[in-house]
């Protein structure tokens, strides 16, 4: 029997080993390009115009249009994912930047869109962003404007009362009682005449809360104007217009057990009866 050649050998051995190492390097690339098909799909998941707008600002080279379709995934965006938005913003240059991307945002067309753009910067919270609000307080959207009011609230500055005493005149009642409850925190004493005039409003809700606001303020010449909303045809501005003279001069002529509908005109008596005899 003829001897095997020892270089045969080595080189069949080197040949194995060769197709081995072809077989390992196909299987990785096989795993690597099934890897990147899936990545490909998930960098396809459609996110938020919000989101877009804090991408942009990250990566300026990056260009996004917006389509008919991110409109339609506009109306799905959720309140969570404008929260993971604003959690996108901690850092002070891209929290200014997407600040400004937001203001664009506010003349969408989309009000679901513009509301959640307001609430964004309502989280960013940079004072300097006021401006912004003040302007969205034309918005045609209520929304939108009540997202503003609150804005102005915390961030106008020594301008917030001018803001809310203007908004007293909206033409929506929720923004007009917004800016009675914000004036009512405030506790300015020369907010008194606008909350005060407020108890005339023909909305029973702001009526209300004017009344509430009052015995926030507390006030003492409060005190007539609230004798007169006890006459209001809604309980519910007697019963804040009690609570609220309860606060401002520390007495009370009802049973707080009985409805005020019940006695409402002896209370009322009462009241005028005790305020004739005080020191004005």
């Known amino acids: 029997m003829e001897g095997t050649n020892p270089t045969d050998k080595k080189k069949r051995s080197h040949e194995k080993k060769v197709t081995q190492n072809e077989m390992a390097i196909n299987a990785a690339n096989t795993s690597q390009s099934t890897e990147s098909q899936g990545d490909h799909h998930k960098a396809e998941k459609p996110v938020s115009p919000v989101e877009q707008a804090i991408e942009k600002e990250k990566s300026p080279d990056t260009v996004h249009s917006t389509t008919t379709a991110d409109e339609r995934t506009t109306t799905e965006t959720s309140s969570t994912e404008v929260t993971k938005t604003a959690a996108k913003t901690e850092e002070e240059p891209v929290k200014r930047s997407a600040a400004f991307s937001l203001i664009e945002m506010l003349t969408h067309q989309n009000e679901h869109l513009r509301v959640e753009a307001i609430e964004s910067l309502l989280k960013i919270g940079d004072k300097s962003l006021s401006y912004a609000f003040a302007s969205a307080m034309k918005d045609e959207s209520f929304r939108v404007r009540l997202g503003a009011l609150r804005g102005l609230y915390k961030f106008g500055g020594d301008a917030s009362t001018e803001y809310l005493i203007t908004a007293l005149e909206d ?110």
């Open 171 to 280: 033409k929506h009642p929720d923004v007009r009682r917004r800016a009675i409850i914000y004036l009512g925190w405030m506790r300015k004493h020369e907010v008194l005449p606008f909350i005060t005039a407020a108890l005339a409003d023909h909305s029973s809700r702001v009526r209300k809360v004017a009344a509430y606001a009052l015995g926030d303020v507390k006030d003492i010449s409060a005190v007539p104007y609230l004798m007169k909303a006890l006459q209001d045809t809604d309980p519910e501005v007697v019963k804040g217009a009690l609570a609220a003279l309860k606060r401002v001069t520390g007495k009370s002529f009802s049973d707080e057990e009985q409805s005020p509908q019940e006695d409402q005109q002896e209370i009322i008596r009462k009241w005028n009866e005790w305020w004739k005899k005080q020191d004005k």
